[in-house]
């Protein structure tokens, strides 16, 4: 056997697969959301959804949450790493400890805040024991729209930072200690090293980090529904009720071509903000 | 006898020709340097004669075998890369062995070779540990041993000691040289190392933009370099090239260079006639002898003069080059013989 | 001024930035604590509710001291369909990871070791799916699968999950097997092996670690999928499927235990490739 056919013997298999199970049902997803019960093509399926009087609730409740969290995260995360750079003693057991999140699913982050945040939960239970409530009150209801928001941007906080702060001090790790002597030679400060030097290295891990956790801002759905209910609708979990219990697999399609159409405009917004030539790189 | 016979080798990476029709022939039992600058060619060479890499075009005999289209495996050739390879999962014991073991020779055997080449490296006391726990020098042992256990028909190494400081490189170039005058067996040895060649080499090929340019014994190579590239690769430092306005009696015809190393000049403070008056540029004390570098209307001489002769940068020295010990080249740089 | 002033400005000087240093190091030390016992204290609450009596899970007020009460967990244990969920989630797990792996690894491989025409491209490929939100393709193959009857299945599930580890697997690896040094496999090749040999040899003991890692990796990816895994599956459902589906219906015991069943292998997984997390990610920057 010829060595040029190797290769590509070897990578025929994850393209047959991702092929299937990515390229066609991309293309599926498209179809579906653009076709029309009567099997044509039109839009019925958009009209459906935005005239559902849950859309614009859930874009704008998708797009707040994103643009809160997101910004957030990412200065504790540059914070975190900062501080991980720094630490001799005790940074491996840190730096365990910050990212267990990773591996935690946003419903499983929901239950966690759930048990603190619940009626008979422990926020309550503790501010009872100091004497600021009588008894369990309901924070999370439909009266309190302020408060199912803000839980679950403590939900989301403190499940997915640990995505960013894994890239950004990995990234960190990538930029050479010689730079910052120099940079400290030359007189500058802590303060601005940060800002000449450690961030402006840092822009491609700052894009891919931006890019992905965005993505998974748009992606939330178990955490909302385990804190919010259905008080507070979000892009996917409409895409969900639509698929699941109004059993119409169009304006599913269609909602999640809503939801790739926002991806692909932060995706290309980011690349396009955060570009560094290649020569420019680390 | 001849152990390696390269004919007409090509190989093209894209547009880049790395190697432009090579032929060499190769005896057994001698010790063959592949020499050049990098990027030359002579990397690629021997990964061809290893298998590594396939040639375009020509054919590689090992032996009476035509060994072109042969896997490594099937070739009984052994080779010590630059960075050793050492199997970090195995002990120096089991590295030494692998090869055997791959060619199922009984357990007695296996552990006669590596015990031999153990000893004959220096390294049977090493046998039980990883090569997490071993120093670059011992590494290169293990891999020489590693090599020579499976007593290939042909030993092929790739620059195996420039990853060595200096003093270790010095060390181990010596025990090389005496370990495989004993064994006797085949080496192609690549090196960019124009010192190391000359002192390892029963025969060195001095590799030039993917040809070989010269295939001699070290003396030759050094006295007559056949091309001007081999005169100004080799010696330290290279030999000089002289343009024919420059030139004092009897020019042979076709030539338009003349070549000469810089220990091969008479040498005068006292003008006289048929000498050059040069203007020494810098003058440096090498401890056994001086190296001037000097100028005579925009041509460079290097020349290395006895410690004696008293001269200083500015001063002018009248040098003539030694009738025998001068050199020929046409205009494509070819020695006149 | 004389000496003695000037040496007792100096000494007060540096007395100041001894007391500056010492603040700093202080709210370093005590930022790191907080931000430790913000990641750990409410897992801790969810440990303390799951391994507490059901009267205690439904009482108030709280205590912040578990128990150690195994009848919330055994409730769990014993609710109607949680043991099947259970086994759907692992299963689909285990298919994932051995698909990922097995299609990614040789991928990887060929990333690692070849230059060859169209490698850029299917390296785009693979950032591509990183750039989109993949579960919702389940939405697509919730149609497809009942077509070919694949619907309801944890084969079809682990399908799209492959389809989420594929690419994390093909770059891990690719990393890895870059780590290896092409020599190694080289002197096995001169040494009388096959590219075969070589590879099982040479390359798969030293990069075993590694691709344990990402088969963890997968496999954690499979377990904590919560969209696809509700759209895709009705009777068959995971764990995720399952407390989503049930979130309504389902006692507080039935949530807590649930989660804490889901963050345990979480936290077990990141120790395992905790020292891969950061070769994973560095070389996704690229």
Known sequence: MNSKTYPYLLIAPSILFLLAFFIYPFIEVFLQAFTTSDGELGLANFDTIFNDFNFLPSLSNTLIL??????????????????????????????????????????????????????????????????????????LNYNNPVAIFAAIVFAEIWRATAILLVIIVSGIGL???????????????????????????LRPSLQTALILRTLLAFEVFAVVMLLGGTNMPVLMGEAFNWAFEYRDAGAAAAYAVVILGLSIVFTLFYLKVLHVPKEAQV | MTAIAIENVKKSFGDAHILKSVSLEIKHQEFTVLLGPSGCGKSTLLRIIAGLESQDTGTIKIGDRVVSHLPPKARNVAMVFQNYAVFPHMTVFENIAFGLRMKKAPEAKVKANVEKFASLMHIDHLLERYSGQLSGGQRQRVAVARALAVEPDVLLMDEPLSNLDALLRLQMRAELKSVLAASKT??????????????????????????????DLPDEIYTNPATEYVGSFIGNPPMNFISPEFQIGDVPAGATQLGIRPEDFNV??????????????????????????????????????ANEIDVESGNTLYLQPKDDKKRWYTESGKIIL | MSQFEQDALLEKEMLAANKRKKAWRWLFISGTAFMVSWIVFPIYLLVVSALSSA?????????????????????????????DALKNSLIAAVFTMVISIGLGTPAGYALARFEFRGKNTFRLLILLTRAFPMPLLALPLAVIFINIG?????????????????????????????????????????????RWQAFVKVVMPLALPGLTASAVFAFVISWNEVFAAAVLTINNQTLTAFLVQSLSSSPAEVKFAGGLILIVPAILFLFVVRKYLFSMWGIANR
């Open chain 1, 175 to 201: 930029i050479p200690k010689e730079y910052y002597e120099a940079a400290e030679i030359f007189g500058a400060n802590a303060w601005v090293r940060l800002w000449k030097v450690t961030l402006p290295l």
């Open chain 3, 55 to 83: 009267e205690v899970v439904n009482g108030w007020p709280k205590a912040f001291v578990p128990e150690f009460d195994m009848e919330t967990m055994a409730f769990f244990m014993n609710y109607y369909g949680v043991l």
């Open chain 2, 268 to 305: 005068s403070t006292i003008a006289q006639d048929n000498y050059w008056p040069i203007k020494v540029l810098t003058k440096e004390r090498l401890g056994s002898h001086q190296q001037l570098s000097a100028e005579l209307n925009g041509q460079l001489f290097r020349v290395n003069i």
């Open chain 3, 150 to 194: 694949l619907d309801d299945t944890l084969f079809g599930l682990s399908l799209v999950h492959a389809a989420l580890a594929l690419p994390f697997a093909v770059l891990i690896t690719s990393s890895l097997f870059m780590g290896i040094p092409v020599e190694l496999e080289e002197a096995a090749w001169v040494l009388g092996c096959n």
């Open chain 1, 66 to 139: 994103a643009l809160v969290v997101v910004p957030t995260q990412l200065c504790m995360a540059v914070g975190m790493s900062l501080m991980i750079s720094k630490m001799k003693k005790g940074r491996d057991t840190v730096l365990y400890i910050w990212t267990i999140p990773l591996g935690i699913s946003d419903l499983a982050a929901g239950i966690v805040w759930l048990a603190l945040l619940d009626q008979n939960g422990f926020l309550n239970s503790f501010l009872f024991s100091v004497g600021i409530i009588d008894g369990p009150e309901s924070w």
């Open chain 2, 186 to 215: 085949t080496t192609v040895y690549v090196t960019h190392d124009q010192v190391e060649a000359m002192s390892l080499a029963d025969r060195i090929a001095v590799m030039n933009a993917g040809r070989i340019d010269q295939y």
